[in-house]
Structures are given as C-alpha cells and as structure tokens.
C-alpha cells in the first residue's frame, strides 16, 4: 500500500506545533501551503521507490545510459539501433558474463541476448558452428542496388556476432548457421 499526497498532508498537520496560532484545523491559507508540500514530499517517495527498479538492470528504465557506462557498451561494432529491451539485456548479458568456452557457456550467453533454441556443434578442435533458429535480418542480394562484393544473402544478427567474436577464445573460429 502506497501513501498519497492526503497521508502526506495529514502528517504535515499533525507536526504543526500546539497553540494560538497554529489552529486546528489549519486555516485555508495554511492548508493549501502544506498541501503543496505534501505534494511534493509524494514525488519525492514515488522517486526514491523507483530507485529499487533502477537498481537492477533488468528493470532499469531511467538509469539505463549509466548501467551501459559502467559495462562498456554499446558496443563499437553494433551501429544498428536497439530498443530499451535489447539494451537492458545486452547490460545483463555482459553482467553475466563469467567467460567459458564451452558450448554451455555460448549457449546461455546467446539467451541472455534473448536468442532461444541455439545449438553449438564442434566442427574440428576450435571451430564451432552457432546454430541460430531465432528472427534474424535477412539482405538478399539485388540487381542494380548491389555492388560487386556484395553477398547474395546476408543473414546478419549484428549484435550476437559481435558479442560472441568479442568474448570467444583468440584461438577459434565461429561460423555462425541461421538455418534458412
């Protein structure tokens, strides 16, 4: 149960000091300067309870720009733009981040990213295939719009990628399958 700016104006009156000149009740005048207070005492509240949701990154709204400072991001290889919702899971994902290099590790990182149902398979020794079944970009080459060097069909999910060349072993490689 939250207070209201009346719970406020209550206090406010009953912390007046006793006597002549303090009545009670308060005169209009009197009254409608402690409701101004006590409207203002109310924001105040609602502000320092929203700090609980800002102090999480996984609720954070307001606070958002500071949460991505302190992780290091964005990230200078994504340039595509992303929601508030993508932002605060990239914060999560890199909060989470303990490094690895299994095919756990990658997996449950990709999830952090908010890509359900990857699949790691071990090519050869520090080769690994990212299997990625999720809603991704899809560029397909087009006469006259493309230019030489072009792919035919790009399937670009610029955010895992670059998040997962960054955190992978120097040692391997990741092809990454986007299952058309």
Request: hydrophobic share 40%.
């Amino acid at each position: 149960m939250s207070a209201t700016a009346g719970d406020y104006l209550n206090v406010l009156i009953h912390l007046l000091p006793r006597g002549d000149a303090w009545p009670r009740p308060p005169r209009p005048n009197l009254r409608g300067v402690l409701a101004g207070f006590a409207a203002s005492i109310l924001r105040v509240d609602q502000r320092a309870s929203g700090l609980i949701n800002e102090a999480d990154p996984r609720t954070t709204a307001d606070l958002l720009p500071e949460w991505e400072t302190a992780t290091g991001l964005p990230d200078p290889c994504v340039t595509e733009a992303q929601n508030a919702a993508q932002r605060r899971q990239s914060v999560v994902a890199r909060l989470r981040a303990t490094g690895g290099a299994s095919a756990a590790y990658f997996i449950g990182v990709c999830a952090d990213l908010g890509y359900e149902g990857v699949t790691v398979d071990e090519v050869s020794p520090h080769v690994w295939r990212l299997n990625i079944h999720a809603a991704t970009t899809v560029t397909y080459f087009r006469a006259g719009a493309g230019t030489a060097g072009d792919k035919l069909i790009d399937y670009a999910a610029q955010v895992i990628e670059c998040y997962i060349n960054r955190i992978k072993p120097a040692h391997s490689r990741v092809i990454y399958n986007y299952g058309v």
